[in-house]
């Protein structure tokens, strides 16, 4: 019972981190209608950030996560702006290739940057760790701040999308862009806006992840941008609530399937699961169907 | 006008190329000391860049084992500076040229091929298995003197002219499993092992087959691939409940070291043993060395130790590249000391191409015993295997510290 308790909180803890970094996926590709394959690695950036900031210079982790944000979110607006504002009227597939040309080129910078050896990343937060059932299950500070960022930053979306004017227009905006236009909506501006919560998402998600498993290099973001890519997908891509509860699903499935089934099958189950799921809602367990208007 | 000087000045080149080679094959059968420096004049009078031995190498220098390939780049270069400073081999200077391979196989065949343009003769990689398996297939079919510092799986020696500096994959597992039981360092065994990764799995399978004979109990085998490789929290978990006293880690320290912080986190301290991909964790910037305290590894190398030929080593090493060597280091440093002795016995000069001085290195690579840093009276078996007592190291205060 107790290690089943302690692989089920492992589990949420990995999926509050898919799922912090499937937001990012899932409100770019509800918005703006294109994968942003550079956002695990944006997340990189952020923890390089945080390294620099924390590590380097011997600042203080507060100022460490603030500086993270930032630069990230310039970060993230800059590359909209740059890479594909050019491209809003070209093919999806144009922007898709792009994507992965920065998501290169981030990598390949960090890998100039700092080198190429695996730096250990120093943990930012310092929360005691909780002991439950007589010593028997531990649960690490980094995975309680972990999950509760997790339900901060869902809530906080959540409002802002539904009660600010910046939310509704972005909902607008993914409803129909042409219309939103024909409102008085400025759809550049609000997919720039766009951009910076998600990359400002990704420097938090980039601080957590780093602080759960404390190792930094340039492909760092690389696999858990994908499985959070599949996290969101699992739970509906667009849906806010639906990438938060993929990514606690595919995490809880990937750790138990590893604790009872097989440590070797576990990705092989997760993504047969995920095939499942698609084959009954082809839309993610959350997603919409929209219909097409002829 | 110009033109026609270098026509000549190729023409001569080519002559006495041919006429350099007939002295080889001449005074190969009478060793005399008079037809080798006469040899050797003629050689040197033909020009600066027919008279150097070039040995190229390859290994990450970007990447996540980048820590290696730089080590083998600089380890050898340690070797070529003494063997040049002591007057080379046969009387010729060496130059050691190395290219970047990412650990990748693909990059690494490139890397193997850009060597050759640049006049390699003779090959010391590549450093990591995966990338040296790729190139085998290449270095087989030039027939080009291959030795690999610390290419470990096991297929990598199958080809005729490929030889090998560390010990292979099934001969890690084995002699892990032998040390662990030998000296009674634990009886339940718990493995983490990568399964994506042929390093791993194949000490892995060897360690289980030689923990059985030796009566140890295999409590549990967990593995991780290269997709999962930063939660480790539930194979612990996992091998805790099954009472591991030991837990066996073959694969790289960058992912040891998280299994090490994990475990930390969980609060379960059971011995840890690694073999040579944990060397390097002392040096994983801003780890927390205190995590690694107690850790034991199966390592052919360690810096602390007292003779001479290893203390030497590691001054020049460190005055040179500001760091302590690590075994992949030594591995190649031994590498060179091998060709050394071969191209010695073999009487071999730069002028013979690869292919002929691959032959020549081949029949006499089992009278080759070496006192290196790896190992005293190192050899070389059929397979070329190389045969050599099995080190281990526990970390001690931050540092390795050598056991019996």
């Known amino acids: ?294 | 006008m110009k033109k026609r000087r270098v026509v000549c000045a190729a023409m001569a080149a080519v002559m006495a190329m041919s006429l350099a080679a007939c002295g080889g094959s001449d005074t190969a059968s009478a060793t005399t000391a008079a037809g080798e420096a006469s040899e050797s004049e003629e050689t040197a009078a033909e020009g600066s860049s027919e008279g150097v031995f070039v040995i190229g190498g390859s290994g990450p220098l970007t990447g996540g084992s980048a820590l290696y390939g730089t080590a083998v780049k600089n380890g050898a270069q340690v070797a070529v500076d003494e063997i040049n400073a002591n007057g080379g081999i046969n009387g010729y200077q060496v130059k050691w040229i190395f290219e970047d391979d990412e650990a990748d196989g693909e990059k690494a065949v490139n890397a193997y091929n850009t060597l050759k343009d640049e006049g390699m003769q003779m090959f010391v990689g590549t450093t990591t298995s995966g990338a040296c398996m790729s190139v085998i297939a290449e270095t087989e079919n030039d027939n080009m003197f291959q030795i690999t510092p610390s290419g470990t799986t096991a297929d990598i020696t199958k080809p005729a002219n490929v030889y090998r500096m560390c010990f292979s994959d099934p001969a890690q597992g084995t002699k892990s499993a032998q040390y662990i039981a030998e000296h009674g360092v634990a009886q339940k065994v718990g493995v983490i092992y990568d399964n994506s990764d042929t390093y791993s799995s194949g000490i892995y399978e060897n360690f289980a087959k030689e923990a059985q004979a030796q009566g140890l109990e295999i409590v549990g085998a967990e593995s991780f691939n290269s997709e999962s490789k930063t939660d480790f929290k539930t194979q612990l978990q996992k091998l805790k409940d099954a009472g591991a006293e030991l837990v066996f880690l073959p694969f790289y320290y960058t992912e040891a070291s998280l299994v090490l912080k994990q475990a930390d986190e969980m609060g379960w301290a059971p011995k840890f043993f690694g073999c040579d991909g944990m060397d390097g964790i002392l040096d994983l910037p801003e780890f927390d060395t205190s995590l690694a305290e107690g850790l034991m590894l199966l390592t052919p190398f360690a810096a602390d130790a007292q003779d001479e030929l290893t203390q030497n080593f590691v001054a020049a090493y460190e005055e040179a590249y500001g760091e302590t060597p690590i075994q992949f280091a030594a591995d190649a440093y031994d590498c060179l000391y091998v060709i050394k002795q071969a191209v010695e016995k073999a009487n071999i000069t730069p002028d013979m191409d690869m292919s002929e001085i691959c032959d020549a290195m081949k029949t006499v690579m089992p009278e080759v015993t070496l006192d290196g840093l790896t190992g005293a009276g190192i050899s070389f078996d059929e397979n070329g295997e190389p045969n050599k007592a099995p080190k281990a190291v526990v970390i001690e205060n931050g540092a390795y510290k050598s056991l019996e």
């Open chain 1, 1 to 294: 019972m107790s290690s089943f308790l302690t692989y089920l909180i492992n589990g949420i803890s990995l999926g509050s981190v898919y799922a912090i970094i499937a937001l990012g996926y899932t409100m770019v590709y509800g918005i703006a209608k294109m994968l942003n394959f550079a956002h695990g690695d944006v997340i990189m950036v952020g923890g390089y950030t945080v390294f620099v900031i924390c590590s380097t210079l011997g600042l203080p982790p507060f100022v460490g996560i603030l500086s993270a944000v930032v630069v990230c979110t310039v970060l993230g607006v800059v590359i909209e702006r740059v890479a594909y504002k050019p491209l809003r009227e070209a093919s999806s597939l144009s922007v898709l290739i792009t994507a992965i040309g920065v998501s290169y080129f981030l990598q390949n910078a960090a890998l100039i940057i700092f080198g190429a050896d695996t730096k250990s990343f120093q943990n930012v937060i310092n929360v005691p760790s909780l002991t439950l059932m007589d010593g028997q299950v531990t649960v690490s500070g980094v995975t309680m701040v972990t999950i509760l960022s997790c339900a901060l930053i869902l809530i906080g979306l959540t409002t802002f999308i539904n009660k600010t004017k910046t939310g509704q227009a972005m909902l607008a905006v993914s409803e129909d862009k042409g219309a939103a236009t024909l409102m008085g909506i400025n759809v550049n501006r609000t997919i720039a806006v766009t951009f910076a919560i998600g990359s400002a998402l990704a420097a938090i998600a980039g601080v957590l992840l780093c602080s759960a498993y404390p190792v930094l290099s340039s492909t760092t973001g690389a696999m858990p941008g994908i499985k959070a890519f599949t996290a969101a997908v699992f739970g509906g891509i667009g849906s806010i609530p639906g990438a938060l509860i993929g990514g606690i699903i595919m995490g809880v499935i990937e750790n138990l399937s590893k604790a009872y089934i097989s440590s070797q099958l576990s990705d092989a189950i997760v993504f047969a699961v995920l095939i499942v799921v698609l084959l009954v809602k082809p839309t993610g367990l959350m997603g919409k169907q929209i219909q097409e208007k002829v």
